[in-house]
């Protein structure tokens, strides 16, 4: 049972993580290029008015590669939210023949990858995104989550260990990491590490409609009933949640 796609996402961080790569000179690539970044970064922008601005930058900036590589990646970033994995896929790649060594670049265009489905592109660039960042907890919890999704469970669980261990406060490991012992019959594993997901994150109605879906597996209504109750005190009209509550009697 593989993860769901939008618990493991870190796009948005990845690229907060890579503004520090080339912080801003405007005297070095002067005003108008410096205002055109600021627009090209801007939250408060409308998303097409920033890819123009992205845009300009990387073709004002010829010969300044920090700051094109700061423009793709807040592209790719934009086409990534808005659906467009291909452009996405391209502006990463971009940056990668700039500068083969980034790694926030292979993140991205694995998750990009991993939207489409392409399982193998994306646990490729995965493995490069750890190998230049081996300290990197969130591209082997993404990697695991490529593996899961290719049905390889025992190389997702390894991912998720690492990540774990490299990052103990994170549930989405732990949460990823149950339903791979879940999907190989390993429920009382899969129950421990729903128990330190919800414990790391207890507002995560997701993992508590999980972990009581797996006590109902077990024969133990009562705790899988406080579980879907909990799950609606988060979340309301959660769909999963109201149907166990339905099958099992409230």
């Not at 082997?140 to 261990?165: F, M, T």
Request: proline share 3%.
């Amino acid at each position: 049972m593989a993860a769901s796609c939008c618990r493991t996402r870190r796009t948005c961080a990845a690229l907060a993580v890579a503004l520090l790569l080339a912080p801003l000179a405007g005297a070095r690539a002067g005003e108008s290029l410096a205002d055109q970044l600021a627009a090209c970064k801007s939250d408060s922008a409308e998303p097409g008015a920033r890819i123009a601005a992205c845009a300009r930058v990387i073709d004002g900036a010829a010969s300044d590669e920090d700051l094109r590589i700061e423009a793709y990646l807040q592209r790719g970033v934009l086409f990534e939210a808005a659906g467009d994995e291909d452009a996405a896929i391209r502006d990463y790649s971009a940056i990668i023949r700039l500068d083969p060594t980034n790694a926030v670049a292979f993140f991205n265009r694995g998750n990009a990858h991993d939207m489409k489905g392409e399982r193998d592109a994306a646990i490729a660039d995965y493995s490069e995104a750890i190998r230049l960042d081996p300290g990197d907890a969130d591209a082997y919890n993404n990697r695991g989550q490529s593996y899961d999704a290719r049905g390889d469970s025992d190389l997702a669980i390894a991912d998720y260990s690492q990540s774990i261990l490299l990052e103990r406060n994170n549930p989405r490991a732990f949460f990823n990491r149950a339903l791979a012992y879940w999907s190989q019959g390993d429920a009382q594993s899969a129950i421990a590490d729903l128990d330190q997901a919800i414990t790391l994150d207890p507002r995560d109605a997701d993992a508590y409609v999980s972990r009581g879906s797996l006590h109902e597996e077990l024969g133990n209504a009562a705790a899988a009933r406080a579980d879907y109750r909990s799950a609606l005190k988060i979340a309301p009209n959660h769909a999963d949640a109201l149907a166990a509550l339905a099958r099992i009697g409230d």
